[in-house]
């Protein structure tokens, strides 16, 4: 079953590493809490199922909310990390457009300035 998982995620295109972390770092919240099966078929079994629902609820709530918090913590960490290692990467870009755009300014005012000089006619 677990070979097959595997085959599914990846042909998914998500490796299994991925998932098998995704699912451990999940369980930092302890375990999702199981939805409990409705009984609806007579007044005592709806008041049942209207408590477990409700205790369900509560619980599912508790345990989204701590992945959710610990997903931001995560993504935001990531995040700050990529920014930083993006860093030399956009500074470096930043600095060849302004250096290639100052040579161009450059040429081609000296260029307009000799065409000016030697009668050339502005194009259109």
């Avoid at 209207?50 to 931001?72: N, P």
Wanted: charged share 20%; hydrophobic share 40%.
């Amino acid at each position: 079953m677990k070979l097959l998982l595997q085959v599914g995620l990846i042909a998914l295109g998500m490796t299994a590493s991925g998932a098998v972390y995704a699912q451990d770092w999940a369980a930092n919240c302890g375990r999702e809490p199981k939805a409990p099966a409705l009984n609806v078929s007579n007044v005592t079994n709806y008041n049942n199922s209207v408590e477990h629902f409700s205790a369900y609820d509560k619980a599912a709530r508790a345990y989204y909310a701590c992945v959710a918090k610990q997903a931001h913590a995560k993504q935001t960490a990531i995040s700050q990390k990529a920014k930083a290692e993006m860093e030399p990467y956009q500074k470096a870009t930043t600095e060849i457009r302004s250096r290639i755009t100052a040579n161009l300014t450059k040429m081609q005012t000296e260029l307009k300035a000799a065409g000016k000089k030697l009668g050339a006619k502005p194009k259109k």
